[in-house]
T-cell receptor, first 113, second 116 residues
Framework: GNSVTQMEGPVTLSEEAFLTINCTYTATGYPSLFWYVQYPGEGLQLLLKATKADDKGSNKGFEATYRKETTSFHLEKGSVQVSDSAVYFCALKGDTGRRALTFGSGTRLQVQP | GAGVSQSPSNKVTEKGKDVELRCDPISGHTALYWYRQSLGQGLEFLIYFQGNSAPDKSGLPSDRFSAERTGGSVSTLTIQRTQQEDSAVYLC??????????????FGPGTRLTVT
């Protein structure tokens, strides 16, 4: 079945540091890939997505590239802010069968001023 | 426009009682999902409704859990004879189920269930 593996957290960075959160997946076919973010006390929000190989999703300074050869969708941001402190979830939706999202375990990011 | 809404936002119940959680999806969204977010298990899929098709119940953890969706809109998740391990945040999501939207799911704020 489908699965998503994310790097363990928490990740603690200073403001303006470079961020990478690793995400790899297992799926047959051509899944769609997503990053969701959950800010403290809030619900899940879609951060970015990519639906085919080599697509780059981007939003709010975050980027992730769908790499089919390495089955990865790593999240990056060049300069993090305190307001980026949140839990980040990598997720996939398969192109066949179940429509529901398969989530990674989440990575908590803490950005210090 | 209005997003996905869920009620109640918090629910505390005694072990053994039944609870009902409500989800109001985005208008026009044909698909509705229930997920559960708990400390030990992360985010787990529970059940999926799409139009008039039979729901995909493959994620329901036991027969104490059931859900229905009336008129293709509002959904209710029912947990009978609650147990302490049912304590979690229950999330509802809806989507347009169209290739053009990449089947993007929009999540509600969740219902935090605490079973004492």
């Amino acid at each position: 079945g489908n699965s998503v593996t994310q790097m363990e957290g928490p990740v603690t960075l200073s403001e303006e540091a470079f961020l990478t959160i690793n995400c790899t997946y297992t799926a047959t076919g051509y899944p769609s890939l997503f990053w969701y973010v959950q800010y403290p006390g809030e619900g899940l929000q879609l951060l970015l997505k990519a639906t085919k190989a080599d697509d780059k999703g981007s939003n709010k300074g975050f980027e992730a590239t769908y790499r089919k050869e390495t089955t990865s969708f790593h999240l990056e941001k060049g300069s993090v802010q305190v307001s980026d402190s949140a839990v980040y979830f990598c997720a996939l939706k398969g192109d066949t069968g179940r429509r529901a999202l398969t989530f990674g375990s989440g990575t908590r990011l803490q950005v210090q001023p | 426009g209005a997003g996905v809404s869920q009620s109640p936002s918090n629910k505390v119940t005694e072990k053994g009682k039944d609870v009902e959680l409500r989800c109001d999806p985005i208008s026009g969204h044909t698909a509705l999902y229930w997920y559960r977010q708990s400390l030990g298990q992360g985010l787990e899929f529970l059940i999926y409704f799409q139009g008039n098709s039979a729901p995909d119940k493959s994620g329901l953890p036991s027969d104490r859990f059931s859900a229905e969706r009336t008129g293709g809109s509002v959904s209710t998740l029912t947990i009978q004879r609650t147990q302490q391990e049912d304590s979690a945040v229950y999330l509802c999501a809806s989507s347009l189920e169209a290739v053009s939207s990449s089947y993007e799911q929009y999540f509600g704020p969740g219902t935090r269930l605490t079973v004492t």
